[in-house]
């Protein structure tokens, strides 16, 4: 199995319209936006508050992604759930929908052992004909995958990868070293401020929450990278640094992410979780998107 997931996918926000309710016409925007730029579509994680999400609006989201995409770039959607079962009966419906890979988050609020999750993502794998991505964010889910874990998952035949969105270059570092022998498996870079790093170790692609904001910003990394302007790549790093800082300085990536589009004019709807913007947060999203983009 080739696996060809590379440069930027997006993990686009899911808008709601003024009732809270998923708002089609503003994800296709979002969608056409990150295509202009180059991007692909990573649909139903963190950004696209997943974790909000009823089934049915998680396939809804994934149906719209994949029709307005139509094959002009990847889409990879995100079916994890706290239990095997559910994971299974969520991808197996994702999958007639023409993605070109699934990702499934370490389960969450429940401690496992890394036997439990081979288990786990062995029967996901088993039970999917569609390619699966292993997804770690131990600080949102209390769980790991540990880099033998994974090496281990690799020789699985459906699942071609993982994203790592621990955060620190040790982790990814971590990942990259376990699998660098392991043909058609890859590693996909989470945290926007490891972008370039990853590629230039190895790293096939990144899943960008930050990209919704700058998509063309955070398309140059890979874009200058990708044809050999290695330099112009960590420039265009360091470029979105400020912005990156501090914007999730403010808050929980989701909603800040979510705040500053509709501060630049988008229709993007709130955050459905229990977050609340003061006028002082406000004005600095303001402030922080007027200097770093407009």
Not at 31 to 52: H, P
Not at 100 to 123: G, K, M, N, T, W
Not at 168 to 178: D, H, P, Q, R, W
């Amino acid at each position: 199995m080739t696996n060809n997931i590379q440069g930027v996918l997006t993990a686009v926000i899911t808008p709601f319209d003024a009732q809270g309710e998923l708002n089609f016409p503003a994800l296709k925007s979002q969608v056409n936006r990150q295509l202009a730029a180059g991007n692909g579509i990573f649909c139903g994680g963190t950004n696209g508050e997943f974790f909000v999400l009823n089934e049915r609006e998680k396939i809804a989201v994934t149906e719209t992604c994949v029709a307005e995409v139509a094959g002009r770039a990847n889409v990879v959607a995100h079916i994890g759930e706290i239990s095997t079962r559910e994971t299974i009966r969520l991808g197996k419906q994702i999958e007639t929908l023409g993605v070109d890979a699934v990702s499934a988050i370490v389960p969450y609020f429940v401690p496992l052992s890394q036997e439990e999750l081979i288990a786990h993502y062995s029967e996901i794998a088993d039970a999917l004909s569609v390619p699966v991505f292993l997804y770690n964010i131990p600080v949102r889910t209390g769980n790991v995958l540990e880099p033998q874990t994974v090496r281990r998952l690799a020789a699985h035949p459906n699942i071609i990868g993982i994203k790592d969105s621990a955060g620190s270059y040790e982790s990814l570092n971590g990942f990259l070293t376990a699998v660098k022998d392991i043909e058609n498996f890859t590693v996909l870079n989470g945290p926007d401020s490891l972008i370039h790093r990853g590629f230039v170790e190895g790293c096939s692609a990144c899943i960008s929450g930050l990209a919704n904001v700058a998509p063309a910003e955070i398309n140059a990394i890979w874009s200058r990278f990708n044809a050999g302007d290695i330099e112009g790549s960590a420039r265009a790093q360091e470029s979105v640094t400020g912005l990156r800082t501090d914007l999730y300085r403010v808050a929980f990536s989701p909603a800040a992410v979510k705040k500053a589009l509709q501060l630049m004019g988008h229709d993007t709807g709130e955050s459905r979780y229990a977050v609340r913007f003061t006028p002082d947060q406000e004005q600095q999203i303001r402030q922080i998107v007027t200097q770093y983009l407009q």
